[in-house]
C-alpha cells in the first residue's frame, strides 16, 4: 500500500481515513474485531528491526507495514519499543532509533524507552553481583533523559527472558534487584508505566525442552515471590507484566494471575495472542483460547472480573518483509475483542492504555 510520508498532519490523518476506507471496502472482514470499522485501538506492544545503514536504522518499510496492519486490524495508536538487550548487545537499538518514526506519523506510534540502556544497567549489575553508586547515577541519568525526550513508559525491561534463536539472548535477573527497585521508584516519581517481561516460574522447573540449554539455563529458579516484592516497593508504580496469553513454561495460569491482581492493585497485564500458537507448541492449558478459537470462559470471568487491568499488546516484530513468526499476532490479539462484550472491548482495546501510559485522546 503507498503510504507515503505526508509532509502535514491534516492531509496524514485525510490520508490514513481515505486509504483505511479503501481498504473495508477492498477486503473481506477478516475477524470480529472489525466490527468496528473506526481505528480506535491501542496496540501497547511492538517492535521494529532492521538493517543499520550510515549510522542509523532505516525503518521506511517497516513503518509502512505496521501502518497497514494496525488500519486493517483497527489499531490508531501502536507503542514500540527496543527489545530488552543485553550487555555486548550487537546492533544495539535504542528508544532514539523509533523517536523519528513518532515523530513522522504523530498519533500513530510512540515510544518507550530503557530496553536498549536501562534493561543493559541491570544486566551488567547482574553480571557484577553489586551496585555502586556510579551506576545508579548512571541509571537515574538515563530515566531522566529518557523522560526528557518524551517517552510513555519504561520498557521493554525483562526478569527472566528465554532465548528462542542464536540472536535472541537468555537473560535473567531478580525482579526484585535494587535497579527494579530503583525503577519503581523512578517510574512512581515521573508517573510512567514500566512494561517487564517475565516467564512464570511459580516452582523451581527444568527448562522445557524444546527450549536450548546453553544457552538456557537447564532448571529455573522460581520469581514470582521476589516479583510480588517489586509489586509492593512502590504501590505508586504501575506495572505492565506483558505476554499474557503467551505462556512459555506453563505456569502462568488464570490462578496466578488473578491472585496477583487481588493482591497488588498496581499490576498490570498486556494481553498477546500469538499467531501461529499451534505449530509452535506453547502451552495449551494456559492458551486463552480454545481449540475453537474461542476466549475460554474463565479468561473472559477474569477479564469482567478486572476491567481495568488488561490492554492489547501484540508483540508484532516488524521486519522490512514482514516475515517474523510473529507477524499476525496483531491480528490474532485484536481477534479477541470481537468475543468481548461492547464496555469492555473498549476498556481493554484502548481505555485502559489511555490511562496507563497518559496518552491524548
Ligand atoms: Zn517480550
Redesign the pocket.
Known amino acids: 500500500m503507498p503510504t507515503h510520508v505526508i509532509c502535514c498532519k491534516a492531509n496524514i490523518s485525510m490520508f490514513i481515513s481515505v486509504v483505511f476506507s479503501l481498504i473495508v471496502i477492498a477486503l473481506p472482514p477478516f475477524s470480529q474485531a472489525l466490527e468496528s470499522t473506526r481505528v480506535v485501538y491501542i496496540d501497547t506492544?511492538n517492535?521494529m528491526v532492521g538493517k543499520w545503514s550510515m549510522g542509523q536504522f532505516d525503518f521506511a518499510q517497516q513503518e509502512r507495514n505496521s501502518l497497514e496492519t494496525m488500519d486493517r486490524s483497527g489499531v490508531k495508536l501502536s507503542l514500540l519499543m527496543p527489545?530488552?538487550q543485553t550487555v555486548n548487545q550487537r546492533m544495539l537499538l535504542k528508544a532514539e532509533d523509533l523517536f523519528p518514526t513518532a515523530k513522522k506519523y504523530p498519533g500513530r506510534f510512540a515510544v518507550l524507552g530503557g530496553g536498549g540502556s536501562l534493561n543493559i544497567l541491570i544486566q551488567q549489575a547482574v553480571k557484577k553481583g553489586r551496585v555502586t553508586t556510579a551506576m545508579e547515577k548512571k541509571f537515574d541519568a538515563r530515566v531522566l533523559e529518557l523522560v526528557q525526550k518524551g517517552v510513555v513508559g519504561f520498557g521493554?525491561m525483562?526478569a527472566e527472558?528465554f532465548s528462542m534463536t542464536k540472536e535472541h539472548p537468555y537473560e535473567s535477573a531478580p525482579p526484585d534487584h535494587p535497579l527494579f527497585l530503583r525503577l519503581a521508584d523512578l517510574a512512581a516519581k515521573y508517573d510512567l508505566p514500566i512494561d517487564i517481561?517475565m516467564e512464570a516460574i511459580a516452582e523451581e522447573m527444568a527448562m522445557p525442552r524444546r527450549f536450548k540449554s546453553p544457552p538456557n539455563p537447564q532448571t529455573l529458579k522460581p520469581n514470582i515471590d521476589a516479583f510480588s516484592r517489586f509489586l509492593a516497593h512502590n504501590r505508586r508504580a504501575k506495572i505492565i507484566w506483558?505476554?499474557l496469553g503467551?505462556d512459555n513454561t506453563g505456569q502462568r495460569t488464570v490462578a496466578l494471575t488473578r491472585k496477583l491482581l487481588i493482591e497488588n492493585p498496581n499490576l498490570y497485564f498486556s494481553v498477546?495472542i500469538a499467531s501461529g500458537m499451534k505449530k509452535r507448541r506453547v502451552s495449551i492449558a494456559t492458551f486463552p483460547l480454545d481449540t475453537n478459537g474461542r476466549l475460554k470462559s474463565e479468561w473472559l470471568s477474569m477479564f469482567q472480573e478486572f476491567p481495568d487491568r488488561f490492554i492489547l499488546g501484540s508483540?508484532e516484530i516488524v521486519k522490512p518483509a514482514n516475515d517474523h513468526p510473529s507477524a499476525g499476532s496483531i491480528h490474532s490479539t485484536l481477534g479477541i475483542l470481537g468475543q468481548l462484550p461492547s464496555q469492555l472491548k473498549s476498556q481493554i482495546g484502548y481505555k485502559n492504555a489511555y490511562f496507563l501510559f497518559k496518552l491524548k485522546e
Open positions: 506492544h517492535h527489545m530488552p521493554e525483562t527472558h517481561h506483558v505476554h503467551w498477546r508483540d
